[in-house]
């Protein structure tokens, strides 16, 4: 709960009980703010993982992608929301309009769109609350596609479900798509997996690293444009660590960044816009630790300084973050913060996680994916940084918890009353939250509370 005292003016019987119920039943323990430990960027939407073990989303809601309840099902966020049933996450992955997370007991939960049965519960039908995906009891990460979801299972095995008209899923089979997680075929011992729009990729104990699913642009790196629905390795090259992009896939090694696949607005960075089905050098990047695949643009993390960013391709809203709107054949650095210790890239937004927890997200904005509470495109230099919200007691906003105020305004919403039914005679001469709307806007963002009449 919220660190505030309970005085005598703060309990009176009247309220405290449906009060009690309201905190009870909807908001969350260690609702103040807390650091983020993991972002993963969506198609048009973010997700966050929170040091707790909770997980955040916001941006675009059509498919229910930020997993809390039917009631907000195509009502995008332009703030982080707290997902439903989720407090003991390990790691997250955000796909095309779904997302997946590890849990720290081995199960997975996915949630969103499930056309293709991308989130593994044996049903084709979408889920704005996460679904425990059948079969898995082991693992330790997750990956999440356009229409895919992959799981890296202890021991080093790779499951996979959802849409495979391209062999994505890896299992050998020409099934159209899978409701239910197979076995990837031919790997034992993976350590590292990611999935792009189409095809999906898993990094070796060996360093190698072995790709499989749709291939017309080389995204699979084995030197033909042949789709595969089984993994192939990439001859000669090893990596420490690698990220699948829309039609293109990146890699790492010894700080070099290297990529392959299509390569529209020169998102692979070697200074060309032409398709690559064997991995090319990214130009002028030598100490990288982390690499990130958008649509058509790229971004690394570099050990440079206390942690730059780079990134190229694109530039359309901003998203490669150095102030301008060109596109770029080669890295640029990201203005306006160094401290990044993690980046991701969207269909068209990028986001960065700042050391101590922090979040930073910078591009296209039409769905709210940012999270800033705007709308409209943002620059990494006018991005602000962010914590996870912070669920108080103090419902109106005015600095202080009062039973005359907050507590009558608890009271209101429990009974069902809307619009100044709620607000009338209820807001301290402080107040910034003065409407129903923003009152009702505070406590589904910020405390998670759900279902609430417009």
Not at 130 to 137: D, R
Request: aromatic residues 8%.
């Amino acid at each position: 709960m919220p660190n505030h005292p309970f005085d005598s003016q703060l309990c009176p019987t009247r309220w405290l009980a449906p009060f009690g119920a309201l905190l009870f039943s909807l908001f969350v323990a260690g609702t103040n703010a807390q650091p983020y430990t993991q972002i993963s960027a969506g198609e048009n939407h973010t997700c966050a993982l929170l040091d707790s073990g909770g997980v955040h989303c916001w941006g675009d809601n059509f498919r229910g992608q930020l997993g809390n309840t039917t009631a907000l099902v195509g009502d995008e966020s332009g703030l982080p929301i707290r997902v439903l049933n989720i407090s003991t996450a390990a790691q997250i992955a955000a796909g095309r309009e779904h997302n997946c997370a590890a849990l720290k007991n081995g199960t997975v939960r996915c949630w969103g769109y499930n056309f293709r049965g991308q989130l593994g519960d044996g049903s084709t039908v979408a889920n704005a609350v996460p679904v425990q995906v059948g079969g898995i009891s082991n693992a330790v990460a997750v990956a999440a596609g356009g229409d895919h979801s992959c799981a890296l299972i202890a021991g080093g095995t790779i499951k996979c479900w959802g849409y495979n008209a391209d062999g994505e899923l890896g299992a050998g089979s020409t099934a159209f798509s899978s409701t239910s997680a197979l076995d990837v075929v031919g790997i034992t011992n993976a350590i590292a997996i990611s999935a792009g729009m189409l095809h999906t990729c898993a990094l070796l104990a060996t360093n190698r690293v072995r790709c499989w699913g749709y291939n017309n642009f080389g995204a699979l790196g084995d030197g033909t444009f042949v789709n595969r629905n089984a993994p192939v390795e990439i001859s000669s090259f090893v990596a420490t660590a690698i990220d699948a992009g829309w039609h293109h896939t990146c890699a790492t090694y010894s700080g070099s960044v290297y990529c392959w696949g299509s390569n529209t607005n020169g998102l692979l960075g070697d200074t060309t816009t032409t398709a690559r089905n064997l991995p090319v050098q990214s130009q002028g990047i030598n100490a990288a630790s982390q690499v990130a695949g958008g649509e058509i643009h790229t971004c690394a993390r570099l050990t440079l300084g206390p942690g730059e960013l780079r990134c190229w391709g694109n530039g359309g809203d901003g998203r490669l973050g150095n102030g301008e709107t060109l596109n770029s054949l080669s890295p640029v650095r990201v203005l306006g913060y160094d401290n990044f210790i993690a980046v991701t890239a969207g269909r068209q937004h990028t986001c960065a996680l700042i050391d101590g927890g922090s979040a930073k997200c910078w591009g296209r904005n039409t769905f709210g994916q940012l999270g800033n509470g705007e709308w409209g495109p943002t620059s990494a230099e006018r991005a602000p940084l962010y914590t996870a919200p912070k669920c108080e007691l103090d419902i109106d906003g005015d600095g202080a918890i009062n039973a005359a105020t907050d507590g009558v305004i608890a009271t209101r919403v429990l009974a069902g009353l809307t619009g100044t039914n709620v607000t009338a005679g209820a807001l301290g001469i402080d107040a910034t939250r003065t409407t129903w709307p923003q009152i009702r806007l505070f406590l589904e963002r910020a405390c998670g509370v759900v279902g609430l009449k417009p």
